[in-house]
């Protein structure tokens, strides 16, 4: 069974930057699209950015482009989260998935995600 953990979370003021990190120990990525999904209190998880198994197709919600860039390392079983000019309505758990695919693109929705980690917090204040 496919595991990923998640790190890198905590606070940051606004206009800071953050990189989640999620591994997937002793289980190879190589053959799942992977996405970073968020859910902030009160709200519905919605997807942030995704990418595809090989790496060269990725996607991002509109809230996020140009400030977040999604990447992986297949080799070290991971995929990253960078967050720059981070916004207070960032602020929430973020969490990685996977989706085992023989697609050379990836999915935004979460209905398409089979395996997820525990999330880890982002908080975004000053």
């Known amino acids: 069974q496919l595991q990923l953990v998640e790190s890198g979370g905590g606070l940051v003021q606004p206009g800071g930057s953050l990189r989640l990190s999620c591994a997937s120990p002793?289980?190879?990525?190589?053959?799942?699209?992977l996405g970073w999904f968020r859910q902030a209190p009160g709200k519905e998880r919605e997807a942030v950015s995704c990418i595809s198994r090989a790496g060269g197709v990725t996607n991002y919600a509109e809230s996020v482009k140009g400030r977040f860039t999604i990447s992986r390392e297949n080799a070290k079983k991971a995929v990253y989260l960078q967050m720059n000019s981070l916004k207070p309505e960032d602020t929430a758990v973020y969490y990685c998935?996977?989706?085992?695919?023989?697609?050379?693109?990836?999915?935004?929705?979460?209905?398409?995600?089979?395996?997820w980690g525990q999330g880890t917090q982002v908080t975004v204040s000053s």
């Open positions: 002793g289980f190879t990525l190589d053959y799942y699209a």
């Open positions: 998935a996977a989706v085992r695919t023989s697609r050379a693109d990836c999915a935004a929705s979460i209905h398409n995600y089979d395996y």
